[in-house]
Nanobody
């Protein structure tokens, strides 16, 4: 059974940093792309970043480009999101996703597996 478990969320002041982790199990993830999305109450899940299976290709939402860095460790089956220069607009539940099934990596419907999320709250 495929399982994705996020961790590393918390409360941070504006301008601070956090590192999110996503532990993958129950499948072979080293051959598949992985991504991060985020969601706030009443809004659709929003694309944050994605990485190809070998780490060579990375994609970022314009709102996080230059501040967030996605990375992965295929030996450990881990996905990471380094977040810096955080601002209150980054407050959201952050989700890890795996196995892209459609071409549009920015759409949440393109990803097959999801974690339960980890809350990031940035105070002003």
């Amino acid at each position: 059974q495929v399982q994705l478990v996020e961790s590393g969320g918390g409360l941070v002041q504006a301008g601070g940093s956090l590192r999110l982790s996503c532990a993958a199990s129950g499948g072979t993830f080293s051959n598949h792309g992985m991504s991060w999305f985020r969601q706030t109450p009443g809004k659709e899940r929003e694309f944050v970043a994605a990485m190809s299976w070998n780490g060579r290709d990375t994609y970022y939402a314009d709102s996080v480009k230059g501040r967030f860095t996605i990375s992965r460790d295929n030996v450990k089956n881990m996905l990471y999101l380094e977040m810096s220069s955080l601002n209150p607009q980054d407050t959201a539940e952050y989700y890890c996703a795996a196995r892209q099934a459609k071409n549009d990596y920015k759409s949440s419907t393109s990803w097959l597996y999801w974690g339960q999320g980890t809350q990031v709250t940035v105070s002003s």
